[in-house]
């Protein structure tokens, strides 16, 4: 039998994947477009919100089905293969890689104090080493992820407390007037949505390994809503903290603004600490895409012949050709394109399957018994789908051009699928030995 994961690796897995590069960089871009500070803090608590609603319908999903996959198995079990198809192509190409490649990105960004800023050859050590990592064991990948995620909690804990009770002698970003009136019916308002629904991505990663953790029935909700809840209070006090010790003008447009912030607060010395930790948590970021990308790429294979040489698994259950695909795309991300851009039409893609896949819930037929049943049950749903839609539309019409490159990597996917054929039966079987 099989190792199986506990609540505790599945919640670090979940936790790992959402705290990554958006919380750490994302209000400099917001900050171009709105600047009052109940704007911001009201854009984190709506992403919290979404996010704990789209973790209710994973948790509902990952229970009924019980199959790794996420997406994939979700949507093509309920509407059609081609939609299944698709997340797991836009999986592969930005929806997992995407974020692999910025956190490396970002990683190097933070030792910039140390002359390192942009150095891609270690980026791509970081991406190859943490592949390693995840090559052998479900023993291995879940003591380096539970490791490296106790770092990541620690420091963003400390971080928020020393911002909370020391105070630099700088003019703060901080903004409590009415401002905010005008600023949330604006479409910078909707674009700045797409960062913080980026920065929450990750709310549904303990739902693609669902198969791989000890009783699923009871351990997937708890994970799935309990670190979505704990992560939104973080981002939110962690947003506060970084307008109370710098100025508008000194975050705006940049994406290093958690070192300017605690530079400010801490001195320079203090603030280049500060840098060398967030790229050391940020390993727990790369870590957790690179255990949960894979399962989906390795369920798109097992059924689909273009993937079938990715539906082999190692001795110990490790889809080893996918961990290392996800690896070689996310080096080729990290070598090409602007951070934001690659944000914006990740984050862009990102959005659209997720609503998608909240969409699945709502026409699960024959429902099981063992089956997490999600409250207010369709009334969460339909929020979270209306919301997602207002946030699609502003982005497309403020950011063609990203939003456009996502749509044309999603076409790019419906061309290979109906070049692509299924795998019969007997064949996913054979897929499925161990080598």
Do not use: C
């Not at 709502?362 to 369709?378: E, H, Y």
């Amino acid at each position: 039998m099989k190792k199986k994961i506990s609540i505790y690796t599945a919640s670090a897995i979940v936790v790992a994947n959402m705290i990554g590069t958006g919380v750490f960089t994302s209000i400099g871009f917001q900050l171009s477009s709105v600047q009052n500070t109940w704007s911001i803090l009201l854009l984190w608590l709506a992403g919290g919100f979404m996010a704990l609603f789209g973790a209710f319908a994973y948790a509902e999903l990952g229970t009924h089905f019980k199959e790794s996959g996420g997406d994939y198995i979700y949507l093509s079990r309920v509407f059609h293969p081609m939609l299944g198809y698709l997340s797991a192509w836009a999986g592969l190409t930005v929806g997992f890689s995407a974020p692999v490649a910025l956190a490396a990105m970002a990683f190097t960004k933070y030792l910039a104090p140390f002359g390192l800023q942009n150095n891609v050859g270690l980026a791509i050590a970081i991406i190859i080493l943490v592949g390693l990592m995840h090559s052998f064991t479900i023993k291995h990948s879940s003591r380096f992820q539970n490791s490296s995620t106790i770092i990541k909690v620690a420091f963003i804990v400390v971080l928020i407390l020393i911002g909370f009770f020391i105070s630099s002698n700088n003019i703060n970003a901080v903004d409590f007037s009415n401002s905010w009136h005008d600023e949330i019916v604006k479409s910078g308002f909707a674009v700045s949505m797409v960062y913080v629904s980026f920065a929450y991505t990750g709310w549904n990663a303990a739902a693609y390994v669902v198969d791989e953790i000890n009783k699923p029935l009871k351990n997937l909700p708890r994970a799935l809503i309990g670190s979505t809840l704990f992560v939104a209070l973080v981002y939110i006090l962690f947003q506060y903290v970084l307008l109370k010790n710098a100025t508008v003008n000194q975050l705006a447009g940049k994406e290093e603004v958690t070192f300017i912030s605690f530079q400010n607060l801490l001195g320079s010395a203090g603030g280049k600490w500060v840098s060398v930790f967030i790229a050391i948590q940020l390993i727990a970021t790369v870590s957790s895409y690179l255990w949960v990308g894979p399962r989906v790429t390795w369920a798109m294979a097992r059924e689909n012949k273009f993937w079938q040489p990715l539906a082999k698994k190692n001795k110990h259950g490790i889809p080893v050709a996918a961990v290392w695909l996800h690896v070689f795309i996310s080096i080729v991300l990290a070598l090409s394109g602007s951070f934001e851009k690659i944000l914006l039409y990740a984050g862009f893609v990102l959005q659209l399957m997720a609503s998608l896949t909240v969409a699945t819930s709502l026409f699960i037929k024959n429902q099981k018994p063992s089956t997490f049943k999600s409250p207010f049950k369709p009334v969460l749903q339909i929020i979270f789908l209306i919301f997602n839609l207002w946030v699609l539309i502003f982005t497309y019409v403020s950011r063609p051009l990203e939003s456009s490159i996502g749509i044309g990597i999603l076409l790019i996917g419906l061309v290979i699928y109906y070049f692509d054929k299924p795998v019969a039966l007997e064949e996913i079987v054979y897929a499925e030995e161990e080598i």
